[in-house]
């Protein structure tokens, strides 16, 4: 188990901003998986922050050694969808030269929705 203070700059001193992740054994067919829950940085105007943050956990799952394709990554990300640190998550966006790529459920939710509703 692992935790990672987000607190990147002096303006996100005043939130508790952070990671926690943990290795976790799940029955097969899954195996051994990363669990991270990510919080970061809520406030509109600080997009900056929010990327150096999503690519300091990125970099939490290296550190882990992670060694599983399993990672599940929660959190409150607060951004605009728009926003580079959402493309970033989404793997639309490279950032300090990292680049991670996570489906987003409720997309991939409303995706299988529409399809089934449209009968493709």
């Given amino acids: 188990m692992r935790e990672l203070d987000l607190h990147v700059t ?13 290795q976790i054994l799940a029955p097969d067919p899954v195996g051994r998986l990363l669990f991270a829950f990510h919080c970061p940085s809520w406030k509109l105007d600080i997009e ?24 599940v990554l929660a959190g409150d990300l607060d951004a605009d969808p728009n926003a580079a640190s959402v493309r970033f998550w989404a793997g639309r966006r490279a950032l300090d030269g ?11 939710a409303q995706r299988i929705c529409v399809e089934q509703v449209s009968g493709e």
């Fill in 48 to 71: 900056y922050e929010r990327g150096l943050q999503g690519v300091a956990a990125a970099r939490l799952e290296e550190a882990c050694g992670h060694p599983s394709p399993h990672v």
């Fill in 10 to 22: 002096p303006r996100t001193a005043d939130f508790a901003c952070g990671t926690l992740a943990a």
């Fill in 98 to 108: 990292v680049s991670v790529c996570y489906r987003d459920v409720w997309e991939s």
